[in-house]
């Protein structure tokens, strides 16, 4: 169990997936112990940390990233979490392709997710799910697009806006800061 309080031990590098966005994925996924999952974009494996922390023991983590300095940087992220027989890491572009075949979930955080669809289609097994996390509504559009193109069916789409509270003695009321879009969320499932 890591608490989000306790994320600060884990270094940054490129854009990671926060706490609000990854419970998104893990509740509506019903992701849990003895799943097997594959990420493309480990960037500072972040993401990776909760996927292989809900994984537990009885699951696998297959996570792809094409840039070296970025593997390097979740990897590190994933030994500080103790996660490190959980994750396969792997230097390749997930556009040549996944290596696992009848996987549970497959997660897309990489520019032009919606281009590894059909790759992540023969990868699935029945009623597995992808998941894609867009920044802009125009990208969710196409990963849907080429989704149902590709044989899966649209589930869901979302975000999450979270607004943090102060409580005190003189009076309970949101903070004047808050956290608004990071990320859409969208979800297809394979039939």
Not at 115 to 133: H, V, Y
Not at 141 to 170: C, D, M, P, Y
Request: glycine share 10%; net charge neutral; hydrophobic share 40%.
């Amino acid at each position: 169990m890591i608490p989000a309080f306790e994320w600060k031990k884990f270094k940054r590098g490129p854009q990671v997936v926060l706490p609000k966005d990854a419970g998104l994925l893990l509740g509506y996924a019903g992701l849990g112990e003895g799943d097997r999952i594959a990420e493309a974009g480990s960037g500072s494996g972040w993401l990776t940390v909760f996927l292989a922390n809900v994984a537990g023991e009885k699951g696998k983590v297959y996570s792809y990233e094409r840039r070296e300095d970025f593997l390097e940087l979740a990897k590190k992220n994933i030994v500080k979490a103790g996660f490190e027989n959980r994750v396969e890491f792997k230097l390749k572009d997930a556009a040549q392709g996944f290596d696992e075949k009848d996987l549970d979930c497959i997660v897309l955080d990489c520019g032009d997710s919606h281009l590894l669809l059909a790759n992540a289609f023969g990868s699935l097994r029945k009623n597995g799910l992808c998941a894609g996390f867009m920044p802009n509504a125009e990208q969710v559009n196409a990963f849907v697009t080429e989704g149902e193109k590709q044989g899966f069916e649209h589930w869901l789409s979302l975000e999450s806006i979270v607004r943090e509270w102060l409580a005190r003695e003189r009076g309970t009321r949101p903070k004047n800061v808050g956290l608004t879009h990071t990320s859409f969320l969208t979800l297809l499932k394979k039939p």
